[in-house]
C-alpha cells in the first residue's frame, strides 16, 4: 500500500475537481438511496392510505422526482468532472515520468529493453487511473453517505439505524481488507504477464523477416502462448473471486434486508397505522445499500494490480542517472582541445575494462583517425567524450577544463556525433534532416547535400522532401542509412566531429567520394574518425590504435608504416 502514497499526493494537482468530483459522487449515492428508501415508504403508505384519503402526496413525490433527477445529473457531472480530473493528473504523471527517463539515457534505460519502457509509461500510468476512480472516491464517499443515512434514519428509529450503519460499516471493513488480501497474489503476476504479452507480441512483429527466413515463428509462438496461458489462467482465478465477493455482498445484503424485516416488524415506530409504510422505507433503504457494498470486493481484488503498476512506474522515477550535468563552465577554444588521461572505464554490468589507463592528446582542427580490432573500446572512447557515461579512472578535459564541468547544452553544441548505427525516424526526409540544426535548414541545402553524399535518387519520388522514412514509409538500405547520417553531419554547425565509422558498408568509390565530403567539410574543425578502412589515412594528422582499451600506437601515416611490427603496418600489409 506503501507504494501508492506518492501517486495519491499527486493527485493534489488536481485538488478542486476532484474534492468537487468527490461531492458529486455523494450527492449521487445519496439520492440513489434516499430515492428507493422514499420510494419504498411512498409506494406502502399510499397503499395503506387509499384512494380518497387526505394523504399527503404532493412533497414525497416531488421528492422522489428530485431525487430520480438529482441522482442523474449527479452521476453525469460526477463522471464528467472526475473522468477530467484523473486524466489530468494522469497527463501531468506521464510528464514527471517522462521527464525522469530522459536524462537515463543511455546508460541506465539501456537495461530496460524499448517496449517494457512504453508499457509502464502507458499501460501501468493508465491502471493507476482506478486508485481515485475506483477506490478512494467511492470508499470516501460510501463511507460518508453510510453515516449520513444512519443518522437520518435514526429520527425514525434509533436502533434499526444503527443496525443498518453498523452492518454496513462493517462490511465497510471487512470486505475491502479481506480482498485487499487475497487480491495481492495476482497483482504482480497479471500485470507482469500483461507486460511480458506485450512485448513479446512487439518482438513478434518486429522480428517477422528473421522469423519466418529460420522458420522459427513457432518457437516465439510457443513462448507467447505460454505467457498468455499463464495470464489467463491468473485472470481466471481472480475473475472467480470476483464471483465469490459478488455472492457475498449479494450474501449481506439479503441478510440486511431479512433482518431490517425481521426486526422492523417487532418494532415500535409509534404510529401504528403507516407502520407497515416505516417497515418498507427500511427494507429499501437495506436494499439500497447494496449499490454501496457491491463494487466493494472487486475494486479491493484489483489493488494488487494497482500496487503493482506503481511499483513498476516507481521503478523507473527512482533511477538515478549514472550522468549528471551540473557545471556551468563557458566553452573557451584551446589549442590542445581534448585531453585524455589514464583514462579507464568499465561498462556498468560488466566486468571487463573497455578502456584501461588511455591516454590521447588532441588539437584544435587536428583529424585523427581510431583504428583497432573490434571490441578494442573505439566506440566506448567516443561515448565519454559526449558523456554518455563518465570514466571510473582519469581525467577527460575539453578546452583544459574537465568535462564534467560544462553544462548539458554547452557540451552538445560543440559535438557532432555519428554513431555506428544510424536512427532513421518514422518521419519525413525534410524532418530526418532538419533536427541536425537548431537553425531552420533551406530545402535547397538540403537538396544540395543529398546530392553531395548521392542520395539525390530519394528526391526523385514525387513527394520530394517530404517523402516519407522508416517505420511506414521508404525503407532505407543500410549503406543508404550511413549516408543519411552523413548528411547531418554536413548539416550540423558543431566544431568537434566524432564519427563512428562513417563509411561501413559503402563501396570504394562511394567511400572516397564521402571522405573527400567530410574531410572538406571539417578544414576549419576537429575531428574524431573511427574506422576500418584505409582510405584517405594519409590525410589525416594522426592515427590512434587503440587495443584492448589501450592506446598502443600513435603518430602520422609516414611514422607508423615504418614501424617494424607495428600493429598498424601489418594491418596496411594485410588489407
Ligand atoms: P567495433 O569495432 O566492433 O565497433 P569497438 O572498438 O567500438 O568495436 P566498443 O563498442 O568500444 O568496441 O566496446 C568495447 C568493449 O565494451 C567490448 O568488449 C564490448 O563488448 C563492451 N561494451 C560495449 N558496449 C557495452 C555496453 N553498453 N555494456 C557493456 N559492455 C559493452
Ligand atoms: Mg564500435
Known sequence: MRALLPFIRLFAFAKLPLILGLILMILGLASSMGLLTLSGWFLAAT?????????????????????????????????????????????NLRVQVFEKIIPLSPAVLNRYRNSELLNRLVSDVDTLDSLYLRLLAPFFSAVLVIIA????????????????GMVLLLSLVLIPTTFYRLGQQFGKPLVQAR????????EFIQTQAELLLFNAENQIKAKMENTEKHWQATQEKEAKLGGFSTALSL??????????????????????????????????????????????????LHIGQVIAAAERVTDIVEQQPLVEFQGEEKFEP????????????????SKNLALDTLT?????????????????????????????????????????????????????????????????????????????????ISDEKMIEVLNQVELGKLLTQPEG??????????????????????????????????????????????????????????????????????????????????????????????????????FFKRFVERV
Request: proline letters at 3%.
Open 47 to 91: 397503499a395503506i392510505a387509499g384512494l380518497g384519503s387526505l394523504f399527503n402526496f404532493f412533497y414525497p413525490s416531488a421528492s422522489v422526482r428530485g431525487l430520480a433527477i438529482g441522482r442523474t445529473v449527479a452521476r453525469y457531472f460526477e463522471k464528467w468532472v472526475t473522468h477530467d480530473a484523473t486524466f489530468r493528473v494522469l497527463a
Open 149 to 164: 443515512m444512519t443518522i437520518g434514519l435514526s429520527f425514525i428509529h434509533t436502533p434499526l439505524a444503527l443496525g443498518i
Open 195 to 202: 507486460a511480458t504479452y506485450r512485448t513479446q507480441f512487439l
Open 251 to 300: 450474501f449481506i445484503n439479503g441478510l440486511l434486508i431479512c433482518a431490517m424485516l425481521w426486526f422492523g416488524s417487532q418494532a415500535d415506530f409509534g404510529d401504528d397505522e403507516y407502520r407497515a409504510a416505516f417497515i418498507a422505507l427500511f427494507t429499501f433503504a437495506a436494499l439500497a445499500a447494496f449499490e454501496i457494498i457491491m463494487p466493494l470486493g472487486a475494486t479491493f
Open 334 to 349: 584551446q589549442v590542445r582541445l581534448i585531453s585524455a588521461k589514464n583514462l579507464s572505464f568499465t561498462y556498468p554490468e
Open 360 to 440: 590521447l592528446d588532441l588539437e584544435q582542427r587536428q583529424k585523427i583517425a581510431i583504428l583497432g580490432k573490434t571490441g578494442s573500446g573505439k566506440s566506448t572512447l567516443l561515448q565519454l567524450l559526449v558523456r554518455n557515461y563518465d570514466p571510473n579512472q582519469g581525467e577527460l578535459l575539453l578546452a583544459g577544463k574537465p568535462i564534467s564541468g560544462y553544462a548539458e547544452q554547452t557540451l552538445r553544441e560543440q559535438f557532432c556525433f555519428l554513431t555506428q548505427r544510424v536512427y532513421v525516424f518514422s518521419d519525413t526526409l525534410r524532418q530526418n534532416l532538419q533536427f541536425a540544426s537548431h537553425d531552420k
Open 465 to 566: 522532401l517530404d517523402l516519407w522514412l522508416g517505420d511506414g514509409g521508404r525503407p532505407l538500405s543500410g549503406g543508404e542509412q550511413r549516408r543519411l547520417g552523413i548528411a547531418r553531419i554536413l548539416l550540423n554547425a558543431a566544431p568537434i566531429l566524432l564519427l563512428d565509422e562513417p563509411t561501413e558498408g559503402l563501396d570504394r568509390e562511394t567511400e572516397r567520394q564521402i571522405l573527400r565530403l567530410i574531410l572538406q567539410h571539417t578544414e576549419n574543425k576537429t575531428l574524431i574518425m573511427v574506422t576500418h578502412r584505409l582510405t584517405a589515412l594519409e590525410q589525416f594528422d594522426k592515427i590512434c590504435v587503440i587495443d584492448e582499451g589501450k592506446l598502443i600506437e600513435q603518430g602520422d601515416y609516414k611514422s607508423l608504416i615504418k614501424k617494424e611490427e607495428g
